[in-house]
């Protein structure tokens, strides 16, 4: 059974805006996705958020285009009412946070794959970078 991992939206700016520091990683783990090791999910939320920054870079029809290519790779989870008020209730600081991490949770994810790992002070999903994620799997 492959595994099932959330990817943030920094993960995916890596990837598409080709961050020097961490693309490589980035493209890696993606990598994994395109040869069927891994599924990749992530929200409409983080897409948006995506497309936000990106059109900035690549305009809006190179945004869309690039978030056409990455729909092949990555699967997009709703976010219900119930997920909504597990994150407005929780402890979470940042609710785009919670609401990443109680999708995570209520699809049964592995893991969420973020830069901002510290933002995620939970102890019953795995929190990782791409470059964790990819040296202990490679």
């Keep these: 059974m492959k595994k ?66 990455l729909r092949l790779l990555v699967n997009v989870l709703p976010i219900n009412t119930n997920i909504v008020d597990m994150s407005l209730n929780s402890k979470f600081s940042d609710f785009e946070d919670g609401l990443q991490y109680f999708t995570a949770k209520e699809n049964n994810l592995l893991a969420i794959i973020t830069r901002n790992g510290e933002d995620y002070k939970v102890k019953d999903i795995i929190i990782q970078t791409a470059e964790e994620y990819v040296k202990i799997n490679k």
């Design 4 to 69: 099932k991992l959330f990817v943030d939206s920094d993960i995916i700016l890596d990837l598409l805006a080709q961050r020097e520091l961490f693309y490589g990683h980035a493209a890696e783990l993606f990598t994994f996705a395109y040869t069927n090791k891994i599924e990749l999910y992530t929200t409409a939320v983080v897409l948006a958020n995506v497309f936000y920054i990106l059109r900035k870079l690549k305009g809006n029809e190179g945004a869309k285009r690039q978030l056409k290519d």
